[in-house]
């Protein structure tokens, strides 16, 4: 066996998601050398010993004192639908986002979900292949698509794994809360229903902002990304995306009891996902049972139910919590690669076969209301809590 054939498959994994090009630009992607040597770069908080990401008190969400600067860029006669270009401000630092706005808004109040794209897509790209504008319309949803700058990481990858950015007022999860915050006063947006959901990288910036306000996302939708805190610099995030054993590092509030809530999740992710390994998927939900259990509420075993969809057959766990209320689920796409599942061609990363992730992140999202309990589920018998992480071989 050659023993450098673990290397080599990390490599291509790592030219496949950030790159697909020299790995000199597969590391700027991480951490690009313009960020990292301004002053710009935020401060990355010290770690404890025992696992436990270190980070200042958690501050009240306010609203912004003025509201971005928004300009229509294509509007549907048709439908009455829009699709405007944005930027709004933070830190000093001007950010673009794209926003889709559905038709028949009349300024009343309607939930909205905020859509982090992976690395080297873009808002319309990203737009494009999930089709989450078009089920957005039917079913009355706001979007918004922040955008990673080139400035920032010359693929357009977020940084999840910087310690910085993994904090709740400092980096990329505090830029992308205050957009989140700034829409949602622009709009009237029902503050109790704002989502988030992510692909690749931002998937687990999806993970991140979940866990780091989890009094702004009302739920979260991951697709092929990480756990939380499993890595902290390039190398390690590489790790984690190559072998899916990245070590879960809990902020200090899951443990002095300071969480105010344990934000539900639904994960997808393809068996045959070669850039980011399916054992992640595991592991974001062991992360998320861990959460739940520092919070006190025990899991239940979860209700599993295998079919197939549009060519591809896929298992679906459904978790409880002790009450017979749905907190989270894991959908496993049997063949599917690193792609958006039931994805439209028209946007990259995507397969058209499989179960429409884009139809079950917003059928997940409907359950949940940050002021309201989620619809009653059956009762399954159910195991104690275990906060133990499975570690797979």
């Not at 025990?298 to 295998?306: C, R």
């Not at 884009?358 to 906060?387: I, K, M, N, W, Y």
Request: glycine residues 8%.
């Amino acid at each position: 066996m050659n023993i450098f054939n673990r290397l080599a498959s990390a490599n291509a994994a790592l030219w496949s998601l950030f790159a697909g090009r020299p790995l000199g630009f597969a590391v700027q992607s991480f951490v690009d050398p313009q960020s990292a040597d301004s002053g710009m770069r935020p401060k990355a908080p010290s770690l404890l010993p025992v696992d436990i990401v270190d980070e200042p008190p958690a501050a009240k969400p306010h609203l912004p004192a003025a509201a971005p600067f928004i300009r229509p860029r294509r509007t549907s006669a048709r439908n009455g639908h829009q699709w405007l270009s944005s930027h709004f401000e933070h830190v000093g630092q001007a950010h673009r986002f794209k926003l889709f706005v559905p038709s028949g808004y009349r300024g009343q109040s309607l939930p909205m979900v905020v859509m982090l794209h992976g690395a080297q897509q873009d808002p319309d790209d990203f737009a494009a292949g999930t089709a989450m504008n078009e089920a957005a319309d039917a079913h009355g949803y706001i979007v918004a698509y922040p955008e990673q700058s080139e400035s920032v990481s010359l693929l357009r990858c977020w940084n999840w794994f910087r310690p910085g950015d993994q904090v709740r007022e400092s980096g990329e999860a505090s830029m992308i809360a205050a957009l989140t915050r700034e829409v949602i006063a622009t709009y009237n947006v029902d503050d109790a229903r704002v989502y988030v959901a992510g692909m690749s990288a931002g998937g687990a910036m999806a993970v991140n902002l979940a866990v780091t306000h989890p009094d702004l996302y009302a739920a979260a939708a991951v697709h092929s990304g990480v756990a939380f805190g499993v890595a902290h610099d390039a190398f390690s995030a590489l790790c984690a995306m190559n072998d899916g054993k990245g070590k879960i590092r809990l902020p200090a509030r899951l443990i002095d009891g300071s969480q105010p809530r344990s934000v539900p999740l639904i994960v997808f992710h393809g068996d045959a996902d070669d850039t980011v390994h399916p054992r992640n998927s595991d592991q974001i939900v062991s992360m998320r049972r861990l959460f739940q259990c520092q919070a006190g509420a025990a899991h239940h075993s979860p209700t599993e139910v295998s079919e197939t969809e549009n060519g591809y057959p896929y298992t679906r766990r459904i978790f409880h919590d002790k009450k017979g209320l749905p907190i989270g689920e894991q959908w496993l796409v049997h063949g599917l690669g690193h792609a958006w599942s039931g994805g439209d061609p028209k946007g990259t990363y995507t397969d058209a076969r499989g179960p429409s992730a884009t139809d079950e992140f917003l059928r997940f999202f409907d359950q949940f209301a940050l002021h309201s309990p989620p619809a009653q589920a059956p009762l399954t018998l159910g195991l104690e809590c275990d906060v133990r992480l499975a570690q797979a071989d």
